[in-house]
């Protein structure tokens, strides 16, 4: 619809107002935990418990905030995560009142075959298989009702909620990281930004042949409705038990599909579940299967990222400060940069070694980055709290999250040479042509 005053799921003041009530009931319990000397434990227990009932956008920015390890307090981040990533279903009324509204009333004659049971359901949609006329196996993924309004609604209580860990802890300025967050959830509510995602993607990862996404189907997709060809293969937990040799190739092919769109064009894919990826037999072929989250840097940006990493490998400590600087930390103290560097060289550490290694040994998966965060906030906490710039929202985001994933994989791979190779001659003149060329051919 071009006519947003004539969208019945704008952003509509009663809509924000009905969720903030449902939400606000939810939440009455945490607060009265609060108000009565509740410990970071069990405050933390109570907000868990009330975010798993708001459901929506909310429990999804809250999943996602745990798996940025130095944005929460220990006790929030480990009581987030237990927030379950899946949601129940609406049924086929729902279905068919969301199809008739996006393709029309005779939107079942547009489809071979469309199944009513979802496929799939999380806090924003849900996804049904169906055949397309010319039989083809498609993905059609639904947006719930009123989410733009729910949306909104939710952000403007997530920045109630972050400000309570900032008088508690103290230690991390989350305004840009609430910032960050909002603009990328209205992304994800836009499925025809998600379409060139999707054509973006397949640009940049066309050399890696056993990299594939699916590709949208224009006609029978709209700002709500997603309609892409269905990609098969097992989900990444079900290659866990397999030879070493075949973890590690998954291994790679992931590094690839995150690293090398990173380094080449300076786009990154934010969501780091492990349903986001699907493999074919033997492993030949990776799937990614969504593009809702998906972060465009500033090409400066990625040349603090391999200044960094240069600087740390060279213990060069004024090209470790002048990428900090680059990223716009401010006021720079001594005390500052070395809580900084301790968590940069944590994230590094693995790519600044030439040698076959585990990403980190004897670490569970979900605790991935968890103990050096501690000591990082630990350290800040006497510097007051510290603004962190917001790219490093998504960045740090996906970082962990692929660590934790080879973690899981228990792969064993020289992740100092493949990086190295990715930055081979990297020129941010260079991937700010290509980023631009790439942008415009998908018209973002």
Not at 15 to 32: L, P
Not at 108 to 135: I, K, N, P, W
Not at 254 to 265: D, E, G, I, K, V
Not at 344 to 359: H, K, N
């Amino acid at each position: 619809m071009t006519d947003d005053s004539r969208d019945p799921e704008r952003d509509r003041i009663s809509a924000r107002i009905g969720r903030v009530a449902r939400v606000g009931a939810n939440m009455s319990g945490a607060v009265g935990a609060r108000v009565m000397g509740a410990d970071q434990q069990a405050l933390a227990r109570a907000l868990r418990q009330a975010l798993g009932r708001s459901k929506g956008p909310l429990m999804k920015v809250a999943q996602l905030l745990a798996t940025i390890p130095d944005l929460l307090p220990q006790a929030y981040a480990e009581e987030f995560r237990k927030l379950q990533a899946h949601a129940p279903p609406m049924g086929w009324p729902f279905v068919q009142r969301r199809m008739r509204a996006e393709l029309g009333e005779d939107w079942e004659t547009r489809f071979a075959a469309f199944e009513h049971e979802a496929a799939a359901a999380a806090s924003l949609g849900q996804v049904h298989r169906a055949t397309s006329l010319d039989g083809r196996a498609l993905a059609c993924k639904l947006q719930y009702p009123d989410m733009t309004s729910a949306v909104e609604a939710d952000l403007a209580q997530l920045k109630a909620l972050l400000g309570l860990f900032k008088a508690m802890d103290g230690s991390i300025d989350s305004s840009e990281a609430i910032l960050e967050v909002g603009e990328r959830l209205r992304e994800e509510l836009d499925y025809a930004r998600e379409q060139k995602h999707m054509r973006l993607f397949k640009e940049m990862l066309a050399p890696h042949v056993d990299i594939h996404t699916p590709e949208p189907v224009a006609e029978l997709s709209t700002k709500r409705l997603l309609t892409m060809t269905w990609l098969g293969g097992r989900g990444l937990m079900h290659w866990l038990e397999e030879p070493q040799e075949l973890r590690n190739r998954i291994a790679e092919l992931l590094f690839h599909a995150w690293w090398a769109p990173m380094t080449r064009h300076g786009v990154i894919h934010g969501d780091p579940h492990l349903g986001n990826y699907a493999l074919t037999e033997n492993a030949e072929r990776l799937h990614l299967l969504d593009f809702g989250c998906v972060r465009i840097f500033p090409p400066r940006f990625l040349e603090g990222v391999v200044g960094l990493y240069q600087g740390l490998k060279a213990n060069d400590s004024e090209q470790i400060v002048h990428a900090y600087e680059i990223w716009g930390f401010k006021n720079l103290t001594a005390e500052l940069i070395e809580a900084l560097t301790l968590w940069a060289r944590f994230i590094y550490g693995p790519l600044i070694e030439d040698r076959v290694r585990t990403i980190a040994d004897n670490v569970p998966p979900a605790e991935y980055g968890r103990r050096e965060a501690m000591e990082v906030r630990r350290r800040l906490k006497t510097l007051g709290p510290v603004l962190v710039p917001r790219e490093f929202v998504f960045m740090d985001r996906a970082a962990i999250g692929l660590g934790a994933a080879f973690l899981h994989l228990r792969a064993e791979l020289n992740f100092g040479a493949m990086f190295a190779e990715s930055v081979e001659g990297f020129s941010v003149e260079a991937l700010g042509a290509r980023q631009s060329a790439a942008l415009l051919d998908v018209d973002l």
